[in-house]
């Protein structure tokens, strides 16, 4: 119940913030001038704004958290790596790596936790879980299963890279 709680959470979330990712436009026309001094066709300009949440850090903790989803991504790599070799020990490892007992465990700044948003924190958990319970399917052989719950994890990743941005403090 636990982890279905989590999963939805990060599903109902995703729902909310999707709209964030989609940033406003604004088009121009302009005239090109070639290098031999000829008009180009006219073409549209358009400019994006990034309307996702801003996370404050200083350079230490932007610096662990950047870390951290490298490593979800090298994770799903190895996952799906080793599930097309049919290699379940490997899923198994790698998806342990990046779970909630993962080497960076010890190793998050105690300054980090209070500047996240909420929101933020509930889907690292569910993702740091969802890596879990990949380990689990692998463990107990249930290939079928691996790939769906790197889709999960996933959507937990493009609903966080969606919503907030890190700033560093004092950056201009």
Same mark, same amino acid.
């Given at each position: 119940?636990?982890?279905?709680?989590?999963?939805?959470?990060?599903?109902?979330?995703?729902?909310?913030?999707?709209?964030?990712?989609?940033?406003?436009?604004?088009?121009?026309?302009?005239?090109?001038?070639?290098?031999?001094?000829?008009?180009?066709?006219?073409?549209?300009?358009?400019?994006?704004?990034?309307?996702?949440?801003?996370?404050v850090l200083n350079?230490?903790?932007?610096?662990? !958290?950047?870390?951290?989803?490298? /490593?979800?991504?090298?994770?799903?790599?190895?996952?799906?790596? =080793? +599930? %097309? &070799?049919?290699? #379940?020990?490997?899923?198994?490892?790698?998806?342990r790596n990046v779970?909630?007992?993962?080497?960076?465990?010890?190793?998050?700044?105690?300054?980090?936790?209070?500047?996240?948003? !909420?929101?933020?924190?509930?889907? /690292?958990?569910?993702?740091?879980?969802?890596?879990?319970?990949? =380990? +689990? %399917? &692998?463990?107990? #052989?249930?290939?079928?299963?691996?790939?769906?719950?790197?889709?999960?994890?996933?959507?937990?990743?493009?609903?966080?890279?969606?919503?907030?941005r890190i700033v560093?403090?004092?950056?201009?």
């Amino acid at each position: 119940m636990q982890k279905m709680k989590y999963y939805c959470a990060g599903i109902v979330f995703l729902a909310g913030v999707a709209p964030l990712s989609v940033g406003a436009q604004e088009k121009t026309t302009g005239a090109q001038v070639s290098s031999s001094g000829q008009h180009a066709h006219d073409k549209e300009i358009v400019t994006f704004t990034d309307e996702r949440a801003p996370i404050v850090l200083n350079e230490a903790e932007r610096a662990f !958290l950047k870390r951290e989803m490298r /490593g979800f991504l090298a994770g799903v790599q190895e996952i799906l790596e =080793a +599930a %097309a &070799a049919g290699d #379940g020990r490997r899923v198994a490892g790698a998806a342990r790596n990046v779970g909630m007992n993962g080497p960076e465990q010890d190793h998050i700044p105690k300054s980090l936790a209070p500047k996240l948003p !909420l929101e933020f924190k509930k889907l /690292g958990l569910a993702t740091h879980r969802g890596f879990d319970e990949i =380990a +689990a %399917a &692998a463990s107990a #052989g249930a290939a079928d299963r691996i790939s769906q719950q790197v889709g999960v994890v996933m959507r937990n990743c493009v609903a966080c890279h969606g919503a907030w941005r890190i700033v560093v403090e004092g950056a201009k």
